[in-house]
């Protein structure tokens, strides 16, 4: 499964984006995406999930962001408001799949100024 990741860019402080991520449509039912971020010298941390039942889960987004699927384009979505310096990190894609594991984008770098 080969995700493509985008919409990263420079913003200032209390600015918006919007990451997508792109995949091949799944021909598994159960599943997870999610958006991860790592920053430099940090581990990778996650920012929100959403189920395939629809299920969402904030952890680091949590209050500034909104995840969500996208069945037509088949995109994952983010977008991500009131940013802050310390939300400048690469972000991943992910899709888990029970029995398959994890899968990964590239990334997408967050550059927010202050």
């Known amino acids: 499964v080969q995700l493509q990741a985008s919409g990263g860019g420079l913003v200032q402080a209390g600015g918006s984006l919007r990451l997508s991520c792109a995949a091949p449509?799944?021909?598994?039912?159960?599943?997870?995406w999610g958006w991860y971020r790592q920053a430099p010298g940090k581990p990778r941390e996650l920012v929100a999930s959403?189920?395939?039942?629809?299920?969402t889960t904030y952890d680091y987004g949590k209050g500034r962001s909104a995840i969500s699927i996208d069945n037509v384009k088949n995109t994952l979505n983010l977008q991500m408001d009131g940013l802050k310096p310390e939300d400048t990190a690469v972000y991943y894609c992910?899709?888990?799949?029970?029995?398959?594991?994890?899968?990964w984008g590239q990334g997408t770098l967050v550059t927010v100024s202050s």
């Open positions: 992910n899709r888990f799949v029970p029995g398959l594991g994890d899968y």
């Open positions: 449509r799944s021909p598994f039912t159960n599943y997870v």
């Open positions: 959403i189920s395939s039942g629809g299920t």
